[in-house]
């Protein structure tokens, strides 16, 4: 099935994916400018994100939509009352530094809370090999590291050290995150959620996490642990049938200067027949597909 849209004059013309693609960010978002993961759904803060940078400036009041975001003591919060969720936090400080339009001191608060959170610390275990004195970012909480937020971590606070925003200590915690990403490489190139080796096994790499490794990693590309994971990535992301899979290697393997021609045409294939409705994959979908959003994850 593909992507099509009713011309009320006489007959059905067909659209390109792209164009499908605005329309449904579009038709979700919210009277106030934000966006659940389906229409009508409530506000959540990683779709609300991936639309904003899908759409860049272009729409108005874009850049205000998450300065007026729920918080606590600097940090977002899925909504009002409820908890902190630190990888999302990191791609709404991100995507505000890519949209570009707010200040130094407007996002100080949000990118120190950033800094101070921290995964709680592991005692040393023979069942998972790692430096247990290192911490990089939870989920939630009072949780462990995990790769994922932390490469959200390092996208976002490499992003505020770019723009000149300085923040204490932050440097230290941008080391320990490399540090981990480092340590936790599977032994195929790529990174798992957690551990590369848990029992004595080594565990799979997954292509949307070895993605996000790379973006974290894009200025660290001499690095070994880089160009196995590279070569991980662009032999097995078309192997992953899914939007996200392949939308965030696109953005990964463009900013590794990386040809993305056959995994751009992968993704209008999967889109094609596999239309969804979840806004946060259509937004990553549309970032892949734009000619201008791979370079806003320039660190």
């Known amino acids: 099935?593909?992507?099509?849209?009713?011309d009320v004059s006489t007959r059905a013309q067909e659209v390109s994916i792209e164009e499908a693609l605005r329309?449904?960010?579009l038709d979700a978002r919210q009277r106030d400018g934000v966006w659940g993961y389906e229409a009508g759904r409530m506000p959540r803060l990683e779709p609300t994100c991936w639309a904003l940078i899908a759409h860049g400036t272009s729409q108005p009041g874009s850049s205000r939509v998450l300065a007026h975001w729920p918080s606590h003591e600097g940090a977002l919060v899925e909504q009002h009352g409820g908890l902190v969720n630190w990888s999302f936090h990191?791609?709404?400080?991100f995507t505000?530094?890519?949209?570009?339009?707010?200040?130094v001191s407007e996002l100080r608060s949000i990118a120190t809370a950033l800094v101070e959170a921290r995964g709680i610390a592991l005692n040393p275990s023979s069942v998972q090999r790692q430096d247990s004195e290192?911490?990089?970012?939870?989920?939630t909480d009072g949780t462990f590291s995990w790769l994922e937020p932390t490469a959200w971590a390092l996208v976002a606070l490499k992003k505020c050290r770019a723009r000149g925003?300085?923040?204490e200590g932050?440097?230290?915690?941008?080391?320990d995150g490399e540090a981990i990403l480092q340590e936790r490489v599977c032994v195929t190139g790529g990174w798992n959620y957690g551990n590369s080796s848990v029992f004595g096994k080594d565990v799979p790499a997954y292509v949307p996490t070895t993605a996000l490794g790379l973006l974290a990693l894009q200025d660290r590309?001499?690095?070994?642990?880089?160009r196995r994971s590279l070569n991980y990535l662009e032999e097995h992301a078309g192997k992953h049938r899914s939007t996200r899979g392949l939308a965030l290697s696109i953005l990964a393997l463009r900013r590794h200067g990386r040809s993305t021609v056959r995994l751009k045409q992968e993704l209008r294939r999967w889109l094609d027949q596999h239309p969804s409705p979840d806004v946060a994959s259509i937004g990553m979908a549309l970032g892949a597909l734009e000619r201008s959003v791979p370079d806003a994850f320039a660190l």
């Open 96 to 103: 505000r530094l890519a949209l570009g339009e707010a200040s």
């Open 170 to 175: 932050a440097d230290k915690r941008i080391r």
């Open 221 to 226: 590309k001499d690095e070994v642990c880089v």
């Open 1 to 6: 099935m593909g992507f099509h849209s009713n």
């Open 165 to 167: 925003i300085v923040i």
């Open 134 to 139: 290192l911490q990089g970012w939870s989920w």
């Open 90 to 93: 990191a791609l709404a400080l």
């Open 23 to 25: 329309r449904q960010l």
